[in-house]
């Protein structure tokens, strides 16, 4: 089971992209990158997730190391509202979350 | 649509006594998970109900269980509190077993004093 490491803390101008980087050396080739975030006293929201190639969706950009050693979590446009903790994770498609760590993340703070 | 809905919000309790805390999953949804998480770190899995069974569980004591309902809802039970018990509990939902996207509800934060 993989385990990941994050920067402990990142500020991002608003409105300028912020790029959250996770390590994730002992990924197996079955298992998948997951990013959540969680803002504070609410639960973590579920952001993207991909395997191997790079993926898109409203939220934000995942782009994967071809190696998928690590990857990065693009936030095109960082608003006030994108201020979170931000938890990288790595987890089997077809398995479950056993003995997934979420670690403690990065504290992504946007500024004005 | 509501969302995954726990209750109670907060909760206090002394050392030794028991709680259940409870959870609707996400409408459609099948699969109910919870989480520890305590001050300053991430979520921690306790385990996993699917069609009323646990399917998973993480590295937690049996003073920890649960159950799912016929309507998917769940419940979190731990016995014999200990101070290190207080913590926000998470309860997710998805759809199926083998799960992609989970949605977390908002938690229940119990202090045990």
């Known amino acids: 089971d993989a385990k990941t490491t994050q920067p402990t803390s990142m500020d991002c101008a608003e409105g300028r992209a912020a790029n959250l980087p996770c390590n994730h050396s002992?990924?197996?080739?079955?298992?998948?990158v997951y990013w959540y975030r969680q803002i504070h006293s609410q639960g973590p929201q579920y952001i993207i997730h991909?395997?191997?190639n790079n993926e898109t969706n409203e939220m934000a950009s995942l782009i994967i190391t071809e190696d998928r050693k690590s990857s990065t979590l693009i936030l095109p446009h960082a608003t006030l509202r994108d201020t979170a903790v931000y938890y990288c994770?790595?987890?089997?498609?077809?398995?479950?979350?056993?003995?997934?760590?979420f670690g403690i993340g990065t504290k992504l703070q946007v500024i004005p | 649509d509501a969302g995954v809905t726990q209750s109670p919000t907060h909760l206090i309790k002394t050392r030794g006594q028991q709680v259940t805390l409870r959870c609707s999953p996400k409408s459609g949804h099948d699969t109910v998970s919870w989480y520890q998480q305590a001050l300053g770190q991430g979520p921690q899995f306790i385990f996993q109900y699917y069609e009323e069974e646990e399917r998973q569980r993480g590295n937690f004591p049996d003073r920890f269980s649960g159950h799912q309902f016929p309507n998917y809802s769940s419940e979190l039970n731990v016995n014999a509190l200990l101070l290190g018990d207080s913590a926000l509990y998470l309860c997710?939902?998805?759809?199926?077993?083998?799960?992609?996207?989970?949605?977390f509800g908002q938690g229940t934060r119990l202090t045990v004093v």
């Open positions: 991909g395997l191997k």
């Open positions: 002992t990924i197996s080739g079955n298992e998948y």
């Open positions: 997710a939902s998805s759809l199926g077993f083998r799960n992609t996207e989970a949605f």
């Open positions: 994770i790595v987890r089997p498609l077809s398995g479950g979350y056993q003995k997934v760590t």
